[in-house]
C-alpha cells in the first residue's frame, strides 16, 4: 500500500515538473498591465477566452507527451516482464495485464486529443491542437 502512495505522489511530482512550462508560458506581455499583489507583481487588465485558447495547445501537447513517456515505459517494462517471466503462468498474465492497460492508456490519450480537436473545430477556433 505505501508503495503505491508514494508511486502516486512521484508521478503527481514528475507531472508538475511537466507542466511547469506550461505555467511560465501563461504570462503574456503583450496586454496592458498595471501594478498589483504584495510583491508589487503586475497582473493583466482582464482575461477572455482568447488567452485560453492560445495556452491549450501548449498545455494539451504537454499532457499528450507526458501520457506517450508513460506509455512507453509500461510498454517497455511488460516486455521485460514477459522475458523474465519464466514460463510462470501468473507472471505472464501479469505482464499481459500491464502490456493491456499501457495500451488501452495509448487509446484514450489518442482519443482525448482527438476530442479536443473535434470540439475546437466546431467551436469554429482556429486553434492547432
Not at 511537466?18 to 501594478?35: N, R
Not at 477572455?48 to 498545455?59: E, Q, Y
Not at 488501452?104 to 466546431?122: E, H, N, S, T, Y
Request: glycine content about 10%.
Amino acid at each position: 500500500m505505501n508503495k503505491k502512495i508514494i508511486g502516486l505522489l512521484s508521478l503527481i511530482l514528475i507531472g508538475g515538473l511537466f507542466l511547469a512550462p506550461v505555467v511560465s508560458a501563461a504570462t503574456t506581455t503583450d496586454t496592458p498591465l498595471k501594478e498589483g499583489g504584495a510583491i508589487g507583481q503586475k497582473f493583466p487588465d482582464e482575461y477572455t477566452a482568447d488567452d485560453a485558447l492560445k495556452i491549450l495547445p501548449t498545455v494539451v501537447g504537454y499532457v499528450y507527451g507526458f501520457f506517450l513517456v508513460i506509455v512507453v515505459l509500461m510498454i517497455i517494462i511488460s516486455g521485460y516482464m514477459f522475458v523474465t517471466a519464466g514460463g510462470s503462468p501468473e507472471k505472464v498474465t501479469t505482464a499481459r495485464n500491464v502490456l493491456m492497460y499501457a495500451l488501452i492508456g495509448l487509446a484514450v490519450a489518442v482519443l482525448a486529443k482527438g476530442l479536443i480537436a473535434l470540439v475546437a473545430k466546431l467551436a469554429g477556433t482556429d486553434i492547432a491542437v
